[in-house]
């Protein structure tokens, strides 16, 4: 195999041209193999397998300095750059993240799982390299779906006038995840057509030198445009027409599907049976709504699968869904327009994106008090990636003025507040989605969710009450049964709202109480469990508050981080036992 004599990037410039595309084939059925087997995304990084090793063949990474965007496309850089081991090697495919990583080789420079940031990131590294006199290039590789987001035009912005040497490669697949929406795909598909002639063009009205290549999969191609720009002293753009999926048949014909997969994609195996979820209800919900409402709209930032928005979704929504691209600010400021005015917009967003929305959930939603309702998906402590956490989103959404953020149980309390914040008026509301295999009690929610902040009793008992939020009601329920074995029948709590205390009910627990357990699946710091310790803060109850520590873990097994925050039965039970021994000997 070529691959065996290339185990650096400088191996890969001792081989002539001749070889690189037999190199190319043999990363393909590596990440192919490597991907089926464990997951991960095989259209992004199939796409740009060729423009990478015709990078490394050019430039001197790491003298050279390479900023991916998202980083989702990085495994081809990764087996050249000294881990091929993680994708021969079967019992390393997990060694190494799937994103870049500066832990894992020198030429890896940031840690980057979110999408529009390799230019501003670029910008900063060529300062840099400016004001210390230094005289490398920098590379900034961005898909022309992050074109989308605000940060990237910011990026371009001030990149264009940097006045010295940056180089951005545009991988133009014509795709995001799913299709590209929005006004820039237009001018990427003229330029396309023109073969990078049309007068019209986008990057050299902002003042790049621009360069095209149609056959942005060709190895020679790539390499000869890219020698024409190596070592420049001002920015240039070099747009690559490239295909996603290139080289899968089934991934460049469903590229979509095919942009990120589950183990075992490729194999032949019969389809799964219909299982009812939380995503099907929330389509079947929304279908409904706007059928009788034609001011109901669903809006997403340009990752629609994540919630089961099915091309067929989309299609049957017609007008009714908006996909805004890769601008998760623009989504919030978009529909908080839409709610001023009337209509009755339906905001889906990850939750580990729902920091890139902050200031507009702030200012342009809640400050203006915009009646939307927003689902957040994906929250919870998981074996994530450090990129792609969900246990952040309950401390930035609660500790807004005017936001109400609430935690179903179950599929009768979600369709219950899916309608509630659909249809009221006075305020925004998320509603976090649970994270869980559906429960059903099968008996409707009649809640009136008006009343705020107005907690469930499920079970009375005294001495101990225990406040299990959302996703972790079932692991509320479990210590209930295992206090129960130990003598003791502790109240048992459904909160229902991440954003604020019921008062009136944690006053009285003060009669007949001694502790209170709050579980809650997220960051402590700043999240539900705190605002009720601080609401007890005078008293004498005692206060156990579970949940996850403020930290970014990266692909931490599950059940190590519930070892780690004290979330196991056992683990609970003993911090009870503790605390109730320092309650008696106070």
């Given at each position: 195999m070529i691959l065996d004599k290339v185990n650096s990037p400088q191996d890969l410039k001792g081989l002539p041209l001749s070889e690189l595309n037999t190199l190319a084939d043999e990363m393909r059925e590596l990440i192919i193999k490597k991907v089926n087997t464990t997951g991960g995304h095989m259209g992004p990084n199939l796409g740009i397998l060729e423009t990478t090793i015709a990078m490394h063949y050019v430039f001197n990474s790491p003298e050279d300095k390479f900023v991916f965007d998202v980083s989702h496309q990085c495994y081809p850089h990764k087996i050249l750059t000294g881990r091929k081991d993680g994708f021969t090697n079967p019992e390393n495919y997990l060694k190494y993240t799937g994103y870049t990583a500066p832990e894992e080789t020198v030429h890896d420079l940031f840690k980057v799982g979110h999408t529009s940031t390799s230019i501003s990131l670029a910008c900063g590294v060529a300062k840099a390299r400016d004001l210390k006199g230094e005289k490398h290039n920098v590379i900034a590789l961005i898909g022309d779906g992050s074109l989308t987001g605000g940060e990237a035009l910011e990026g371009l912005n001030n990149a264009s006038v940097l006045g010295s040497n940056l180089i951005i490669l545009v991988n133009d697949n014509d795709m995001s995840i799913a299709e590209n929406h929005g006004g820039i795909y237009g001018n990427l598909s003229l330029l396309r057509d023109t073969k990078g002639k049309a007068e019209n063009n986008f990057f050299t009205s902002m003042g790049f030198e621009y360069h095209y290549v149609e056959e942005g999969n060709n190895i020679e191609k790539v390499i000869?445009?890219?020698?024409?720009?190596?070592?420049?002293?001002?920015?240039?753009?070099?747009?690559l027409n490239t295909i996603k999926?290139?080289?899968?048949?089934?991934?460049?014909?469903?590229k979509e599907a095919f942009h990120w997969i589950m183990p075992g994609a490729l194999d032949e195996k019969a389809p799964a049976p219909f299982e009812e979820n939380y995503n099907n209800i929330t389509t079947d919900?929304?279908?409904?709504?706007?059928?009788?409402?034609?001011?109901?709209?669903?809006?997403?930032?340009?990752?629609?699968?994540?919630?089961?928005?099915?091309?067929?979704?989309?299609d049957k929504l017609g007008s009714q869904y908006v996909d805004v691209g890769i601008a998760e600010e623009h989504a919030v400021a978009f529909a908080s327009g839409l709610a001023k005015q009337g209509a009755k917009p339906i905001l889906a967003i990850m939750s580990s994106f729902v920091q890139r929305t902050y200031d507009q959930l702030s200012q342009d939603l809640a400050l203006n008090n915009s009646p939307i309702a927003m689902l957040v998906y994906w929250g919870g402590l998981s074996g994530a990636d450090a990129t792609h956490l969900g246990s952040f989103d309950m401390s930035l959404i609660s500790n807004i003025p005017n936001i109400?953020?609430?935690?179903?149980?179950?599929?009768?309390?979600?369709?219950?507040?899916?309608?509630?914040?659909?249809?009221?008026?006075?305020?925004?509301?998320?509603?976090?989605?649970?994270?869980?295999?559906?429960?059903?009690?099968?008996?409707?929610?009649?809640?009136?969710?008006?009343?705020?902040?107005?907690?469930?009793?499920?079970?009375?008992?005294?001495?101990?009450a225990i406040l299990g939020l959302g996703n972790f009601a079932g692991k509320a329920r479990e210590v209930k049964e295992a206090l129960a074995k130990h003598g003791i029948n502790a109240t048992l709590i459904n909160p229902c709202f991440i954003s604020g205390i019921d008062e009136e009910l944690l006053e009285s627990l003060k009669s007949n109480h001694e502790l209170v357990i709050t579980l809650e699946d997220g960051c402590l710091e700043g999240g539900f469990g705190e605002k009720v310790a601080r609401f007890y803060g005078s008293s004498t109850m005692k206060v156990l508050n579970f949940g996850g520590k403020k930290e970014f873990t990266d692909r931490v097994p599950l059940n190590e981080l519930y070892e780690r925050y004290h979330l196991t039965t056992e683990l609970i039970l003993r911090d009870v036992e503790k605390a109730l021994t320092e309650v008696v000997k106070a």
């Open positions: 000869e445009t890219l020698q024409k720009v190596k070592d420049t002293d001002h920015p240039v753009v070099v747009h999926g290139h080289g899968l048949a089934v991934a460049e014909a469903n919900f929304i279908l409904k709504k706007a059928a009788e409402d034609k001011t109901v709209v669903a809006i997403t930032p340009a990752t629609p699968g994540a919630y089961g928005f099915t091309k067929d979704f989309r109400t953020y609430l935690a179903p149980t179950s599929k009768e309390e979600y369709l219950a507040m899916l309608e509630w914040s659909l249809n009221q008026t006075e305020r925004p509301v998320a509603i976090r989605v649970p994270f869980v295999p559906l429960t059903s009690t099968g008996i409707p929610d009649t809640t009136d969710y008006s009343k705020i902040n107005k907690f469930k009793v499920e079970a009375r008992g005294e001495k101990i």
